[in-house]
């Protein structure tokens, strides 16, 4: 062995068998692999969170597009979008000293410091925390709401699901269902983002009289208007999506927020 | 025919990798709902092929032999990672079409099979070759049975309406089977069986061991 040649050479002319050589090689395959794919994620990092805002802006302005009567009603109040506000879940009030533009409800679900836990058993959507604040979207006309847009998200058969709800003014009926995000399996629980499904939506009625959420997917067929047609080969896609709604549109999500809407306006 | 050459044709169909080695057949029944997937699953399983085969016929001489699986796998896998970040940064329709199946690449028996069973025995050049014809080979059957099930099962090819379905006032009913998981079986075992009736050296006889340099499944 050639003893001037530097330390790295010695090491590669090393048997393969020698121990030394077997760890010193591991470390170098795992430290290279590990810088090449933390430097990936990172340098990669603001393109795909761009990718991932502009597609869920074009889902919801999509999902508007579709709305029946939406541009009208877009043209005749002279709003070219809807107006966001911040809420707090807890008391039902906008949060008026915070600008929603700057609230990452995403990052605030995450931190320990604000999170707020979900008790388990008012946990159907399966999150264990959620943010104390949402993001709605609001179109107002002559001081009457034409429509609230509520962000949802719950967890489905393989991977968190996230959507839009779109109610109508009587803030009992769905004008329209936008799947913004999920992995489900391909073909069978990703058909969730169908627009023929999401098509199944619109007129469905969220709470029976008593007032007590009911909106569920089923298996098979729906039979009354507070049913959605579920995906054949997804019923626990369809069960994720069921839970979704009813805890977002109970007690410990948007309900109290409604029940104030629904008496006092914005 | 020039050996370089025929490392590149042999996997077409002699020895390819789905329908004589059945390797990577997971993947070839998840992502060939549609040809688009099919071809996009194509082209990232052929680029990680070339690239792990690369890499690992460059350091063959110095991967110890007791570690080799986990050097290979960790060097796969990183490259599968980086790709899939890339197309999540440069191609995200594509990517959020193909969900976790590029991901999913990593467990794909062929790339790690033709690492093990060539890159580490082979100098760089016949290696990527090798990796190519393999990854052409694999992407032939993708694509087949992709057109086949996005023509019988939506009616159309690469989402251009090609037979119009009844429900647009077209006569074809679209055979809702082709869109699940066991049509891609049927239609990979109809091929193998159209392959082995037409090459029969292909077909395995019980007495004989399978012919050929297949190692892992």
Not at chain 1, 41 to 63: D, F, G, K, S, V
Not at chain 2, 106 to 124: D, H, I, K, S, Y
Not at chain 2, 143 to 150: D, H, K, P
Request: proline share 5%; glycine share 8%.
């Amino acid at each position: 062995m050639d003893d001037r040649r530097a330390p790295f050479w010695r090491f590669l002319a090393r048997d393969n068998e020698d121990p030394v050589k077997i760890l010193g090689v591991a470390f170098l395959v795992a430290l290279i692999s590990a810088i090449v794919v933390s430097s990936a994620a990172i340098l990669l990092e603001p393109r795909q969170t761009a990718h991932l805002e502009a597609e869920r802006a074009a889902r919801m302005a999509a999902m508007l597009d579709r709305l029946p009567g939406m541009a009208d009603i877009l043209a005749e109040t002279g709003a070219d979008s809807l107006r966001t506000y911040l809420v707090d879940l807890a008391t039902g009030q906008i949060v008026p000293d915070l600008d929603p533009d700057d609230y990452d409800a995403a990052a605030a679900a995450a931190d320990p410091a604000t999170a707020v836990a979900i008790p388990a058993d008012l946990d159907l959507a399966g999150l264990r925390q959620r943010a104390p604040y949402a993001p709605v979207h609001i179109l107002e006309r002559n001081g009457r709401v034409e429509l609230v847009v509520l962000p949802v998200s719950g967890t489905g058969y393989a991977s968190r699901i996230e959507a839009l709800l779109a109610l109508q003014s009587d803030l009992g009926t769905v004008a329209a269902l936008t799947i913004t995000s999920q992995g489900e399996t391909a073909g069978l629980g990703a058909r969730i983002e169908n627009p023929e499904w999401q098509a199944l939506w619109p007129g469905r009625e969220i709470a029976d009289d008593s007032g007590q959420i009911v909106i569920a997917v089923v298996r098979g067929q729906a039979s009354s208007p507070y049913e959605v047609d579920g995906i054949s080969g997804a019923t626990r896609t369809g069960n994720g999506v069921t839970n979704m709604l009813r805890y977002w549109l109970g007690e410990h999500g948007f309900g109290p927020f409604l029940d104030r809407l629904r008496e006092q306006g914005v | 025919m020039p050996k370089g050459l025929s490392r590149i044709t042999a996997p077409l169909i002699g020895q390819n990798p789905i329908t004589r080695q059945i390797l990577g057949v997971c993947s070839a029944l998840a992502v060939t709902t549609g040809l688009d997937t099919a071809l996009m699953m194509s082209a990232a399983l052929t680029s990680v092929l070339c690239l792990s085969s690369a890499i690992i016929s460059l350091l063959r001489n110095h991967i110890p032999h007791v570690i080799r699986l986990i050097v290979q796998i960790t060097i796969i896998a990183s490259l599968v990672i980086v790709i899939d970040e890339l197309m999540q940064a440069f191609a995200f329709e594509l990517s959020r079409a193909l969900s976790v199946f590029v991901g999913l690449i990593v467990t794909n028996c062929l790339v790690l099979g033709r690492a093990e069973a060539f890159a580490m025995r082979n100098p760089v050049g016949p290696s990527i070759l090798d990796a190519l014809g393999n990854g052409l080979g694999y992407s032939l059957i993708l694509i087949l049975v992709g057109s086949i099930r996005e023509l019988l099962g939506q009616g159309s090819l690469l989402g251009v309406v090609v037979l119009v379905p009844v429900a647009d006032g077209g006569w074809f009913e679209p055979l809702g089977l082709m869109q699940l998981a066991p049509a891609a079986f049927i239609i990979i075992g109809l091929l193998v069986w159209a392959i082995r009736s037409y090459w029969t050296d292909q077909a395995e006889t019980t007495a004989q061991a399978t012919p050929g340099e297949q190692v892992a499944r």
